[in-house]
Structures are given as C-alpha cells and as structure tokens.
C-alpha cells in the first residue's frame, strides 16, 4: 500500500510539472551519472534497491564481458518517454554516445533493453524479463544472461516511434502553471492523492480477483514484447537447426516446426498467431535438444514453463474439459493462471485467441501441420 500510494504521488506530480525543460534535465541527469557509473537509480525509486544491491550489481555491470548501462527511473506516460522504457534507452544512447546494452527498470520492476553493436545475442527472454523475482534478483539474472550470451553479429535496433503527447498533455504543456494552480497545488495534492490511492487499492483488488476467477493471470505479453518474442525464438530454432546433423531424430520435426512458423509469421500478424510462432519455433528446439520426433508439449497454462511431464484434468478458463499437458509445477498447483496475450487492450489466455488458437481448441499435437491446416496450405 506504502508503495502503491508513494508511485501515485510521483505520479502526479510529474503530471503537474512535466515541460521541455523538465524532460531534458532529466535525460542529461541520467548521462552524467551513467557517464561515472554503469548503474543509475532515480532518487524517486531508490527504494527498489538498497546500497548493498546497488554495490553488487555495480561489481556485475562492470565484470560483464559487454559494456551494460542501467538505469532504474519511474517511466510514466507524462514524462518524455512516454511511458516507453526502449525509447527511454535510445535517447540515452544518443546523449551518451556510447555503444552497449541500455537495460530499463521501472517503478513496477518491467525491464527494457535496446542494444547497440554489441557482439552477442542480446534478446531477453520473455519468461525472464517477466518474471516474479524482485528487482534485484530479476536484473541480476539479466546481466548474468547478457555476460553469457552467445555470439551474434552486432547490430542496432530499429529506431522507437517517438511518443506523440494527447490532447490534454499537449494543452498542459502549452498553457503551463498558472498563478493560480500553484497556490492551490499542494493541497489539492495531497488530498486527492490519498483519495485516489485509496479508490485506485480498491479498484486494483477487485480487478486482480476478477484475473483471477478468469484465469487470466500475470505475465501478460503485450503486442510489442509478443512481436520480439516470436522473432527471437524464430531465429534461435534457425540456429539450432543449422548447428544441429540431418542425423538428429528430431531434425525433420524441427524443419517441419520452422516452415510453418515461418509461413504463419509472414502470412499473419494478430497476438493468436504470433504466439503460435513462439509454441512451434520452441517445440522444435525441444525435438533437437532431446533428439526426438515427438517432441513432449509444452505446458498448457505457460509454454514457457517447459515441457509437459504428463496430461492431467484440469480445468482451464475458457477451455472445454479435458486433459491437458502441465508441467509438473502447474500439475501441483491449486490456482493455475494462463499466460495471456493483450488483444484489443484486454488480456486473454493465449490459447483463447481469436484465430488459430480458436481452431486448435486446446489440441496442440502434430502442431505444425495444423497450422498449415488452418493456413490452408496442402
């Protein structure tokens, strides 16, 4: 609650204050500290991570292997990102001059990631950069990835769309702060602030127990995450096969797996379809490392939990009864939340999407040649 109440504030104020002026200080602020540390936090989080993590994650930073700038700032929608933590990073790497991983976390513990000629595969993996640890362990794991992964060519990202400010932002920032206002600021500042936390608390909690009736469960994979994601994964399942023998068991699923990803990537861009690249590029990277035709199915609730250990009858939310493929994780489980997908600004469970997933109906076997089924491809 201390911490839901301290965000609104911070909020809010930056609602009340943001200008040009305001947003440039903030990004030469962050430069100049990154300029003497690979590690940057924002006074206005400084709770995330205490002097001891801060030291830790400094002495990882700098023994990395690639050079890694981190920044913990509030990102909110008033500031001049916009809320956007990679548009954030490519200001910075602009300012800054300096090639290398920005790595973004916000008051709610997200990360981002924009990288710059750096000579590795930088993709962070979705299950990570979701994940339930706290902040300092979810960036500890991170970095660890980052220092160990695997050669890539260098490459830059595409540049972020600029945010455009809305209609109330802009009339905000024109007019600016009247004599008035600032007078009757701070009072009316504390008092609807408390107000507004305490309504937005009440709100929260009967739309988390509404998540959870409906199974629709933290991480959510929003279209742009869904989009890198399912790029990634594409491209990893290409590097295993080309690493891989055509003697592997599992090479012929693998290539079946690919062809079909990539037929739906390039044919289809709604989240069902999109995930559907995901399911099939991460089954045929499991039928190569375990060198098999017949690969096990990833787990029902979350993919990225891994392989299925055995079907079990579990009800799932908009599904209809039947045995599904759980981990062993979700088969010990009394609260089962499906990994949801943010269509149309609503969060479904992945396997409820429109399209695809509405003709596969739960039923993941032989996937690759249902999709070109649903593909209508012979």
Not at 233 to 256: F, K, S, T, W
Not at 352 to 358: I, K, M
């Amino acid at each position: 609650m201390k911490r839901l109440v301290t965000t609104l504030l911070i909020a809010m104020a930056a609602a009340a204050t943001v200008n040009t002026a305001h947003a440039a200080d903030r990004v030469d602020r962050i430069t100049a500290g990154l300029r003497q540390s690979p590690l940057f936090v924002d006074p206005d989080v400084s709770y995330l991570l205490d002097a001891r993590q801060r030291a830790t994650l400094g002495t990882q930073l700098r023994t990395a292997g690639v050079p890694i700038y981190l920044v913990v700032v509030p990102l909110l929608s008033e500031d001049e990102s916009a809320g956007d933590g990679e548009y954030l990073g490519s200001l910075l790497h602009q300012r800054l001059g300096r090639n290398g991983i920005y790595l973004i976390a916000d008051q709610r513990g997200d990360l981002d990631t924009m990288a710059y000629q750096v000579p590795r595969d930088t993709t962070l993996d979705f299950a990570l950069a979701t994940s339930d640890k706290p902040l300092p362990g979810k960036l500890h794991d991170a970095i660890d990835a980052f220092a160990h992964a695997p050669k890539a060519a260098p490459s830059d990202p595409a540049k972020p769309r600029t945010p455009e400010l809305d209609e109330r932002q802009k009339k905000s920032t024109a007019v600016g702060l009247t004599g008035q206002f600032t007078k009757t600021f701070f009072p009316a500042l504390i008092m609807s602030g408390l107000a507004l936390a305490l309504l937005f608390y009440l709100c929260l909690a009967v739309f988390r127990t509404f998540q959870a009736v409906r199974g629709a469960g933290r991480p959510a994979l929003g279209p742009r995450r869904l989009r890198r994601t399912a790029e990634a994964e594409l491209v990893r399942l290409a590097r295993a096969i080309g690493a891989a023998g055509e003697d592997n068991p599992g090479y012929a699923r693998a290539m079946a797996g690919y062809d079909a990803a990539k037929l739906l990537h390039d044919e289809k861009d709604d989240p069902g379809s999109r995930f559907g690249v995901v399911v099939l590029a991460l089954e045929g990277q499991d039928a190569l490392r375990d060198e098999t035709a017949d690969p096990a199915p990833r787990c029902m609730v979350n993919p990225f939990h891994g392989t299925a250990g055995r079907r079990v009858r579990r009800r799932l939310a908009d599904l209809p009864d039947g045995r599904r493929p759980l981990c062993d994780a979700c088969e010990k489980s009394h609260d089962l939340r499906p990994l949801t997908l943010e269509i149309k600004g609503r969060k479904r469970p992945y396997y409820a999407a429109p399209g695809l997933w509405e003709k596969l109906q739960g039923r993941t076997a032989d996937l690759p040649e249902r999709v070109l089924e649903y593909l209508g491809v012979d």
